[in-house]
């Protein structure tokens, strides 16, 4: 089974020195989808038919062929399992997608509190593979920006945290024999010759993307707290919240605060992302059962949105 997230979302061209995000313009179905079920599904693994996912991804900002589109191509992946019920075709989350979703949801979350202590040690990855076997190179740099491993130069890869036995067994799967891992503290050079690990991330756009997103979401709260957001409105930015969140898990994997500017604004915007995500709750889930309603033949069940206390403690990811 394919990620039920494409590392090229975020970093689209990653044979290149890519360190940005440069997202598509536009909703982009598949993430939206998958973000989607996981947000009211991933507990229950509830059966949605196709014609409501649709309708949701509307709402959303989706084409209905690209909506269409994006749930077959989920399907094809292995992220999602189809199935004629009744009148409908409907769709769920695949076993081995929930348990990545419901794991990645607490690693996301998780990477929002990055305050211990650093060691100030450094996990390289050197690795050689060779241009022709190029699917290898591409499957190889995704799974080391999922690890959240930078680039410091082209062959080798850094993080400032260990790299644990599932993480080095992944790195095995795709690209066995091809990678030597060390672990190493920085020595300083004279200053011609010195660059600094931590350049391997681009600090500065980095927090510019945090603060943007605090600078779009903040206004909605005093909506919220007054109970002023629709359930459409509520069902599109929680989604879009979360769509947008996740990519900071990969952006800015928890390094470590010695190394950042003061004041990084790191937890400034997990907040912001809490308030929205567990304000919008209970709207959106009322909305989501409604829209599911109007396109089956019975009362909808197993639909449920969960708050972030919820993910980091875990939410399913099992088969009922």
């Known amino acids: 089974m394919?990620?039920?997230?494409?590392?090229?979302?975020?970093?689209?061209?990653?044979?290149?020195?890519?360190?940005?995000?440069?997202?598509?313009?536009?909703?982009?179905?598949?993430?939206?989808?998958?973000?989607?079920?996981?947000?009211?599904?991933?507990?229950?693994?509830?059966?949605l038919p196709s014609a409501a996912i649709v309708a949701l991804l509307a709402e959303a900002g989706a084409s209905e062929a690209g909506a269409r589109t994006a749930i077959s191509r989920l399907a094809r992946r292995g992220v999602l399992l189809g199935a004629r019920r009744g009148r409908h075709s409907s769709y769920r989350l695949a076993p081995a997608a929930a348990g990545q979703l419901s794991a990645g949801g607490q690693w996301i979350l998780s990477s929002a509190a990055g305050a211990e202590p650093w060691d100030e040690w450094w996990t390289l990855i050197a690795f050689s593979l060779p241009q022709h076997e190029r699917t290898r190179r591409r499957a190889l740099r995704g799974r080391l920006r999922w690890l959240g491993c930078a680039p410091l130069y082209d062959g080798l890869w850094i993080s400032p945290h260990a790299l644990t036995g599932p993480a080095a067994a992944q790195l095995d799967e795709v690209a066995p024999g091809a990678m030597t891992v060390f672990r190493?503290?920085?020595?300083?050079?004279?200053?011609?010759?010195?660059?600094?690990?931590?350049?391997?991330?681009?600090?500065?756009?980095?927090?510019?993307?945090?603060?943007?997103?605090?600078?779009?979401?903040?206004?909605?709260?005093?909506?919220?707290?007054?109970?002023?957001?629709?359930?459409?409105?509520?069902?599109?930015?929680?989604?879009?919240?979360?769509?947008?969140?996740?990519?900071?898990?990969?952006?800015?994997?928890?390094?470590?605060?010695?190394?950042?500017?003061?004041?990084?604004?790191?937890?400034?915007?997990?907040?912001?992302?809490?308030?929205?995500?567990?304000?919008?709750?209970?709207?959106?889930?009322?909305?989501?059962?409604?829209?599911?309603?109007?396109?089956?033949?019975?009362?909808?069940?197993?639909?449920?949105?969960?708050?972030?206390?919820?993910?980091?403690?875990?939410?399913?990811?099992?088969?009922?």
Do not use: K, N
Request: aromatic share 8%.
């Open 2 to 47: 394919a990620d039920a997230f494409d590392i090229e979302e975020i970093f689209p061209d990653d044979d290149a020195p890519v360190r940005l995000p440069r997202r598509q313009s536009g909703p982009a179905p598949q993430g939206l989808a998958v973000t989607l079920l996981a947000d009211y599904t991933l507990r229950t693994r509830a059966w």
């Open 184 to 320: 190493a503290r920085h020595l300083e050079l004279g200053a011609a010759a010195r660059r600094d690990p931590i350049q391997a991330w681009d600090v500065a756009a980095i927090a510019g993307h945090y603060d943007a997103f605090a600078e779009r979401w903040r206004p909605l709260l005093p909506r919220i707290a007054a109970g002023a957001v629709g359930g459409a409105e509520a069902v599109r930015a929680r989604t879009e919240v979360m769509d947008t969140y996740r990519r900071f898990a990969v952006l800015d994997p928890r390094l470590p605060l010695a190394l950042l500017p003061l004041r990084w604004p790191r937890a400034a915007t997990a907040e912001v992302f809490a308030a929205v995500y567990d304000g919008l709750a209970r709207a959106a889930e009322e909305h989501v059962r409604a829209v599911v309603a109007a396109h089956t033949d019975g009362p909808p069940s197993g639909i449920g949105a969960h708050t972030v206390a919820e993910i980091l403690t875990g939410v399913g990811g099992e088969d009922p």
